[in-house]
């Protein structure tokens, strides 16, 4: 049986591994300098940089909102379910089931996206990557799940369960290892998630999973690798700055307010399609 106390033990071995983690990313650094494999390494300082600042916003601002935003919805919960290791393997399985909608919606809805295109922006895959990711995030996601909190499953265990998903996908932004045949069908991959960084036309928006990828192939959405991933936005951000990395895509939304002129496309320049543009801005087709 695992109490409350061990799974505060649980998070803090999650971060211990992912130290252990950031030990390899940096060896794969080492490896394509020594070896002088291409790299862009403005764009893996970059990278470092915002990883850096986003371990200290996400241990503090990011797990306080996150943790008092579950706890609050808790209470409303009819049940309170047993922490225990059977509960721990259902508590994954359902927060791998809404990382797939949460992620899905990032990807969808130019609010969410506003923070997930900072993961997207880099042109150079690599490991690195995997901490390539916005200052807020940490601030936003927990409310989609919500769900497990009024299900019954304790705050800290719901955490542990995303940070979990979330440990899972760092070894996975990498383009040294290929295709591991009938597990792509099962689990995601190197070759699925570099598919999903792609801006190919067949790639865009698809294998939103985190750890297993059913969810992708009930609600259409899987895609093997078949040709050559072309890496970071179908329209680049062109910097290497950290700051502007951040903010670049929440100037856009501030633009698309200021053009809107009316409440519906105020509503749709927040919360619309990523794809929607106010009429001031759309390119209309001339008449031949």
């Known amino acids: 049986m695992l109490n409350i106390t061990e799974l505060e033990s649980w998070s803090e071995q999650i971060d211990i591994l992912f130290v252990i983690l950031l030990a390899v990313i940096i060896m794969e650094i080492g490896i394509?300098?020594?070896?002088?494999?291409?790299?862009?390494?403005?764009?893996?300082?970059a990278n470092i940089a915002i990883a850096m600042v986003y371990q200290l916003t996400s241990t503090t601002i990011g797990y306080f909102c996150a943790l008092a935003g579950l706890r609050f919805f808790s209470q409303f919960s009819p049940l309170h379910i047993t922490v225990n290791g059977w509960t721990m393997i259902i508590a994954i399985a359902i927060a791998d089931f809404l990382y797939y909608w949460e992620h899905r919606t990032e990807h969808r809805i130019r609010f969410f996206w506003g923070y997930h295109n900072v993961h997207h922006s880099s042109t150079d895959y690599n490991l690195t990557v995997a901490s390539r990711l916005s200052w807020i995030e940490d601030c936003i996601l927990w409310i989609f799940y919500i769900p497990m909190a009024l299900l019954g499953f304790h705050p800290l265990q719901i955490l542990v369960a995303v940070e979990i998903t979330a440990l899972y996908q760092i070894w996975i932004h990498t383009q040294k290892i290929g295709r591991l045949g009938i597990l792509e069908k099962i689990i995601n991959t190197p070759a699925l998630h570099r598919v999903h960084h792609a801006s190919n036309p067949s790639y865009i928006d698809?294998?939103?999973?985190?750890?297993?990828?059913?969810?992708?192939?009930?609600?259409?959405?899987?895609?093997?690798?078949?040709e050559p991933p072309i890496y970071g936005l179908t329209e680049n951000i062109d910097t290497s700055n950290p700051i502007k990395i951040e903010i670049v895509e929440y100037q856009?939304?501030?633009?698309?307010?200021?053009?809107?002129?009316?409440?519906?496309?105020?509503?749709?320049?927040?919360?619309?399609?990523?794809?929607?543009?106010?009429?001031?801005?759309?390119?209309?087709?001339?008449p031949n």
């Open 206 to 226: 698809k294998n939103y999973g985190a750890i297993l990828m059913i969810w992708d192939r009930l609600f259409g959405t899987y895609q093997p690798e078949t």
């Open 252 to 286: 856009r939304l501030g633009r698309y307010i200021l053009k809107s002129t009316n409440l519906k496309e105020i509503w749709y320049s927040i919360f619309g399609s990523r794809e929607w543009k106010p009429a001031k801005l759309r390119i209309l087709k001339q």
């Open 32 to 45: 394509d300098f020594f070896c002088h494999n291409q790299r862009n390494y403005k764009e893996i300082g």
